[in-house]
């Protein structure tokens, strides 16, 4: 975003392609190009198309249409179903459009990913930790509230750094407590709804403290099916590989395909067991897998049969 404002003030691009995981990126893109471009006839000069409207031929004449009073007209794409054929077309038509208009495409699911090439790409992928402390110390401050340390820190592992849920959340967390002006991790406890992946991190802490009961719950909380399963085994060999590996939090982020402070948090957590351990643990998610998948055991019974064997392993 903080690229997005500096090529804003150096000047409007003519097509901007928005594409990432952060949905609240997303509008805070669109936003920004809102408004750089001064728009303030907004039934006149801004034209919305999604999967339900989709057409190359009414967005080529919204593009050639000419804006009423404001400088710029700008045409939102949120989605459309695209022929093969129908890509360079596309393409052609926005290299072409007039000075006038400002294109905004907003790809949630990448298909309009042929069109990075020729123009100006935003990313709305999660941003850094630091940064996204920053953004909600500020959107607080702005509602007259704070967060300590520790709960800013549990809500942005509760929420995996969505700055989506992140503000939903904080909707419900400035409203907790209308006497006091901080908000405390009893707060975030009591009321944030935890992203599934915090829940296995949680699960796997409490595993390392041989914790049965606390396990239990959470395994109970996140529901028995394949994806908590896969989830829950791909944390431990993250665990393995962070307990064996001598390369940097960097270098193991890249070469697993994860955030470094995913393996920050993996190397944490694996000080709770020994490297035998963790090498037993993965045998026996893939022991427990194979019978799943052979019909040898119900997926419910390997979960919490592998809880139990985990703490006193």
Request: net charge positive; hydrophobic share 40%.
């Amino acid at each position: 975003m903080k690229t997005l404002k500096k090529r804003l003030n150096e000047g409007i691009a003519s097509v901007y392609i928005v594409q990432g995981d952060d949905f609240y990126l997303f509008d805070k893109a669109l936003n920004m190009i809102k408004n750089a471009c001064k728009i303030t006839l907004e039934d006149f000069n801004i034209s919305s198309f999604d999967s339900e409207n989709f057409s190359l031929e009414k967005i080529f004449e919204a593009t050639e249409m000419l804006p009423m009073v404001d400088a710029k007209k700008l045409v939102v794409i949120k989605g459309g179903n695209l022929k093969e054929s129908e890509k360079k077309r596309m393409e052609q038509m926005l290299l072409k459009i007039p000075k006038t208009t400002c294109v905004v495409v907003l790809d949630y699911n990448k298909t309009f990913d042929f069109l990075k090439k020729s123009f100006t790409f935003v990313d709305a992928n999660r941003m850094d930790r630091e940064t996204v402390k920053k953004l909600v110390k500020a959107y607080l401050a702005r509602q007259n509230k704070e967060i300590s340390a520790d709960a800013l820190d549990t809500l942005i592992d509760s929420t995996n750094c969505y700055l989506t849920r992140i503000m939903m959340e904080l909707s419900k967390l400035c409203c907790y407590d209308l006497e006091n002006t901080l908000i405390t991790k009893t707060m975030v406890d009591d009321v944030v709804v935890k992203d599934i992946e915090y829940s296995v991190f949680e699960l796997t802490e409490a595993l390392s403290k041989k914790d049965g009961d606390k396990a239990l719950k959470l395994l109970n909380y996140m529901g028995n099916d394949n994806g908590v399963f896969s989830l829950i085994a791909n944390h431990f060999r993250r665990l393995f590989y962070s307990s064996i590996s001598d390369l940097s939090n960097s270098d193991l982020a890249k070469l697993l395909g994860v955030k470094e402070y995913a393996i920050l948090k993996a190397r944490q957590l694996a000080k709770g067991f020994s490297k035998a351990q963790l090498k037993k643990i993965n045998m026996l998610f893939e022991e427990y897998d194979y019978m799943v998948k052979s019909g040898k055991m119900l997926l419910s019974n390997a979960l919490h049969l592998l809880v139990f064997n985990i703490i006193y392993v």
